[in-house]
């Protein structure tokens, strides 16, 4: 069993770092060979997309734990969607389990899973992997033991990694992890190998145990480091829900800016940041939670996740006017404010489409930030931080690799200026103007480039007018008149015959390559392409480019992967060199 600490104040993400022989017996196949079981550490997260319904399993937990009968747009994020099928169907068990225990009605972490690695892996799914099948060098080494990149290869194939799918569930209900400890541990990866057939297999069906440790107050028997829930404890939870949806109820005739104003405000007033706990290396629990928030209680007060998931909770149980306000959880670093270090705190996507910092927990009394200083705030980057100034002072906001890998580049752009809020008697021009940061059916240019932009947020590449562009870098998004929008299209002819281009990076939300889009490009020798959404390459698409291309296609998997090469081999890559990334 391997231990871990996910901290969702700084998370630390473990890659592999150690392997070693299970069991020396093994399996007759044939009369020279044996199979062995090789155990390693997790490997690294495959990141790709899930045909899972956006409705999330038991969305807005406690807000129908209160048992209130007031109406909630519940929105929770939807992390889900990156994981790889195997991770998905990992994530789906344990977050039933989860719930569970969140509703008081399971009394322990421990939680057993049995993945049919076979069914989900589908045609990516082998008897045997050989050295060609892993696009590697060799299968077992010098010692008898699989190499290194044969072991790397095998596990992004298998897309199993239990570390990411703890990380996506605590992003999307970080209400039901309310009773969890933050610290886990679980069975290790296994495959097995024939050291004299040269060759890696997968079990069909894989086990694998977590053990997720009880917070010290909700243990059953107040200790810490157990995995025994007390199921009282859980219930009394549903006190402290009700408070929360009363607030939400008393504020639900205020305008969208006023709601989240008094809700700041609200959270503020019922906390004092608790030092002690950061101090005193107090063991993870309710401090960082939203029951200490809700209890009516002076005396319990939490640290920055029980602000920022308190200031989401809040948002999340509301309705609000416009449909483009939503709240996300984002972790990092901080500097200033409470001090150097790991920190949580919020986005808000505003009406005009635009994200905004919310850092609740520095906007309390006595922090750099009072009192809305950091509340639907903008700011700068610098150096790959963002940065904004408060009090005459620079306080910046960095975020981790986990937010990087969970939450889209638009969602982690911040608008250079703070939140404009518009009073009733706004003019007729600020009216249209407001109106018109929605997406919208239209054409709108950036630099050279020309797009049509959509009502359903994405936008097509139509012409660029820079005939000489050395490179071109077609990014996953777009801000356009105050909206951002998904460019998914890069039509027909647009950079044919650009003889300067020698280099192309297509983003991820690709859907469509048009005819001729990069016909005649002779000194075009690197492409970049993310397959994942990629659906079809027009005729000729890459028609004339140099030969024996070096093509780097990213995607989920090799099934994604070979049809992606098929299409863009049809349009004219056929003797490129096709590199697969597994993304």
Known sequence: MKNKCLSLIAIVTCSIIGSFILSISGVKVHATETLKTYQVESGEATVSESAISSKELLEGFMHKQAGSGFTFNVKNSNRRTSLSSVNGYIYDQIKTRVISIANGQEAS????????????????????YTATDLGVTA???????????????ILKLKGCNVDTVLYAICMDCPYEMYWF??????????FMYSPSGGYITLQETDTITINLVVSKDYS??????????????CQAVKSAADYANQIIKDNAAKSDYEKLKAYKDIICELNTYNSAAMQNDMPYGNPWQIVYVFDKNPSTNVVCEGYAKAFKYLCDGSSFQSNQIECYLITGQMSG?????????????????KIYLVDATNCDSGTIGYPDKLFLTGGEDSNGDTW???NNEYVYYAFDANTKAVYSAAELTWSKKDYSVKSETDTTQDQVSEETTAPVNGMAKSGSIEYKTFASGKATIVSNSNKKAKSINVADDIALNGVVYEIAEIKSGVYKNFKKLSKATLGRNIEKIGANAFNGCSKLGKISINANNLKSVGKNAFKGVKKNAKVTVYAKDKKTYNKAVKMLKKAGLKKAKFIYKEK
């Open 388 to 390: 904004l100034e408060a």
């Open 220 to 233: 059953a028997s107040g200790n810490e480091g157990t995995t025994d829930v007390s199921t009282a404890k």
């Open 139 to 153: 299968v077992i080494g010098a010692d008898g033991l699989p190499t290194r990149e044969a072991t790397d290869a």
């Open 109 to 128: 972490g421990s939680i057993t899973v049995t993945v049919p690695i076979k069914t989900l892996m589908g045609t990516a799914w082998k008897d045997k």
């Open 337 to 353: 404010g409470t001090g150097a270090g790991g920190h949580m705190w919020n986005h808000m996507r505003m009406d005009d489409g």
């Open 181 to 190: 400890g933050n610290r886990y541990e679980h069975s290790a990866n296994t």
